[in-house]
């Protein structure tokens, strides 16, 4: 082994030896760092419980595609790129910081398996991960302390952005770097061991120190390896103080994602649904109601603003930014568990004190900001639950009384008679029949109609549609009729989760007499609902997906378009495209059709849809906003060049066409329905 020509290890600082100055540092640094960590443990090992350990291949999947790969990052490119260089480097240096940390006290300690051929690999890689750090870090200190993204911004009355955080931190990974690079560069300086990787850092100090003394050398080698051995522990410690926390937590809590998109957490895990009327309390109402997940959330935010800057409440200026969700959580959190002095013993109210009651109605569940945030963070299950703790205090927005009791009486939010469920098949046409549960009908497909598409005078045009294409597809179908109840869907999502389950109960019952060995609905949260939240049902599927397989079995066959001069676009439901994944289907079925011209919302669909701001109960909640969601949502289908804008979901249909006059575009623009489009151009 060659011999040094110094060492931090064989240094000494005014006649004493530097190796028990830099022996006790990470003593001391790993001993807080520990104290912090077990402080920052107590309100998770306090929280209400979530089950998380299945699955252990998927969930380690998602780590290596999330969380090591950086999956979602690139969705905002410049920001990604330099983050996952930022990351990867980390990794990578992560090695030599933990060699580091015992040559203060080992003068020729080398990592395991490094001292060859390996290790030599591993310095010109180093070399070129902290050169390529360094320039992200420059690059995103820039971004962040003078270009200022609006995503970043806060509101005064949330008080002030996390900015000087976010320089601070850049500031000590700049430093850990330079002085890393310092440290190398003085040993190479002396000229006995060989020379750094070209175009480095490393590279740069030695040519830097080349010429200066051996004593003037080893004050710089000794220096620099203190100072990157204070900031590293000063850096471990800093972590868990704020919204850096992520660079320890983000990889248990992707680990910890929720797997199956589309559903809502029980009310409490452990309880079934027959246990829930001996459930004392619903729903979230202290910090500590939450799930220790839900509190990991808070810890992992990393205040990159990508929720907030895709949810559609926030866009439209309504009190709701999930970002912000997870802040005041996190806030919530530091301050009832302080790391030091004693916990409050006393639990506040989460609504009325953190949260507005406005702010949670806000949300539409439309998945917006989970699909974005890319470190597993999850919003609507904490959404639920704090409407859950609301409706079970009896906090329950006017408007929005009178159909969940309507729901609790009629089993339709507007308190119509069940016997007129089916009053829209009597509008199909000659040639056409649909069979009824209620007349003692049977068939092999039940078509699940839902409350807005059996009542609205308007929607029912899609149910007419609708059974005209099952029939021309050659599939026998029957619906429920007066036996059937609203699917439920967005009460459980509005926190009446005992009106959810009587719905789901009769429904349950309703469907499964009828013996029907599959489920087709026109209606993405009936479809989200019966796939999801219910159990024990035949296999459900979208009328778009029965589209599709029609079109390339060559059972449906379209007529040209008589006006091809039109252009239109399509426009994915919220609870169709990110909570199911179907994407592909509506295409298919639109792009079957001769002479039709689609484009696409560049920016703004599938994956990143807009939703429209309806939704169930939705449509009779009245929210603070700027302006609607649908109107912005036109308005992107007119930019992307579209005068058409085809949806696949009545409620969608409803606030899109309500949107086109309220923009002033009547006459421009016009929303059809999926099936109305399809069952029009279908040959006889």
């Known amino acids: 082994m060659h011999a040094l020509p110094f060492s931090p290890a064989t240094a000494s600082l005014a006649g004493v030896p530097a190796r028990l100055l830099f022996l006790l540092i990470p003593l001391v640094g790993v001993a807080c760092f520990a104290w912090m960590m077990v402080r920052r443990m107590a309100p998770l090992l306090k929280a209400a419980p979530d089950s998380r350990f299945d699955n252990i291949g998927e969930r380690t999947i998602l780590v290596l595609k999330v969380w090591l790969a950086q999956w979602r990052h690139p969705r905002y490119m410049l920001a990604g790129v330099l983050h996952i260089v930022l990351f990867l480097g980390f990794l990578v240096l992560g090695l030599r910081s933990f060699q580091l940390i015992f040559l203060g006290f080992m003068e020729h300690f080398t990592l395991p398996g490094f001292g060859g051929s390996l290790g030599a690999a591993y310095n010109v890689a180093k070399d070129y ?28 009355e949330l008080g002030k952005d996390h900015t000087g955080e976010a320089i601070l931190v850049l500031g000590l990974i700049g430093t850990l770097l330079l002085s890393e690079s310092a440290f190398e560069g003085s040993l190479l300086a002396v000229g006995t061991h060989g020379n750094a990787t070209p175009y480095t850092l490393a590279w740069g100090f030695q040519h830097l120190f080349t010429g200066l003394s051996t004593p003037v050398l080893a004050r710089i080698n000794v220096a620099s390896y203190a100072i990157h051995d204070l900031t590293f522990f000063y850096f ?19 680990y910890f994602m929720r797997l199956k998109p589309g559903n809502v957490k029980p009310v ?45 409440a926030n866009r439209v200026k309504r009190p709701l930014s999930p970002r912000f969700i997870s802040i005041k959580g996190r806030d919530h959190l530091y301050q009832r568990y302080p790391i030091f002095g004693a916990d409050k013993t006393e639990a506040e109210p989460l609504i009325g004190g953190i949260y507005s009651e406005d702010e949670i109605w806000s949300c539409t569940t439309c998945g917006a900001c989970e699909e974005e945030c890319p470190i597993g ?49 009597a509008g199909v046409g000659e040639g056409f029949e649909v069979k009824l549960a209620e007349k003692g009908d049977e068939a092999e497909t ?39 109840k609203d699917s439920g869907h967005e009460v459980r999502r509005y926190g009446e989760e005992m009106l959810f389950q009587s719905l789901k109960e009769q429904n349950t019952e309703a469907i499964l007499e009828t013996g029907a060995k599959r489920i087709v609905t026109s209606d993405p949260h009936a479809y989200n609902a019966l796939k999801n939240d219910y159990a024990g049902l035949p296999p459900v599927e979208h009328v778009s997906e029965v589209i599709a397989a029609g079109v390339e079995k060559g059972k449906l066959k379209f007529s040209p378009l008589a006006d091809p001069s039109k252009t239109y676009t399509y426009h994915d439901p919220c609870y169709l495209g990110r909570h199911n994944n179907m994407y592909d289907a ?16 560049t920016g703004a669909c599938k994956d990143r849809s807009f939703c429209c701001g309806g939704g169930g109960l939705g449509l009779f909640y009245e929210p603070e906003e700027e302006q609607r969601m649908g109107v912005l949502r036109v308005n992107m289908a007119k930019e992307a060049g579209a005068n058409v804008i085809i949806t696949a979901c009545p409620f969608c249909l409803t606030n899109m066409e309500d949107a086109i006059k309220v923009a002033g575009l009547e006459g421009q623009m016009e929303a059809i329905d999926l099936c109305e489009l399809v069952d029009g151009q279908l040959q006889h």
Request: proline letters at 5%.
């Open 236 to 254: 471990l410690c800093l972590l868990p103080m704020g919204k850096h926390f992520h660079v320890i937590t983000s990889l248990f809590n992707v």
């Open 129 to 156: 991960a902290a050169t390529a750090v360094f320039l992200s870090v420059v690059v995103l200190a820039y971004r962040r302390g003078i270009v200022r993204p609006a995503r970043y911004a806060v509101p005064k």
């Open 377 to 425: 963070i999850e919003y609507i299950d904490k959404i639920v639950d704090l409407r859950r703790g609301m409706v079970d205090e009896g906090m329950v927005p006017q408007s929005l009384q009178k159909p969940l009791s309507a729901l609790e009486k009629r089993g339709n939010p507007w308190g119509k008679l069940e016997k007129k469920r089916a009053d829209w098949a």
């Open 268 to 312: 409490k895990y452990g309880v079934d649904d027959k246990g829930l009327d001996e459930l004392k309390s619903f729903g979230v109402k202290t910090i500590e109601d939450f799930t220790w997940k839900h509190q990991l959330d808070f810890y992992s935010c990393a205040d990159c603003g990508r929720c907030s800057d895709n949810c559609p």
């Open 586 to 601: 509506p295409r298919v079925a639109i792009d079957a059709i001769p002479g039709l011209k689609r484009v696409e919302m």
């Open 446 to 484: 039940l078509y699940f109609v839902d409350s807005m598409t059996s009542y609205d005078d308007r929607m029912q045009k899609i149910a007419q549609a609708t059974a005209r294409i099952l029939t021309k597809a050659d599939v026998d179908f029957l619906a429920l009729g007066k036996e059937e």
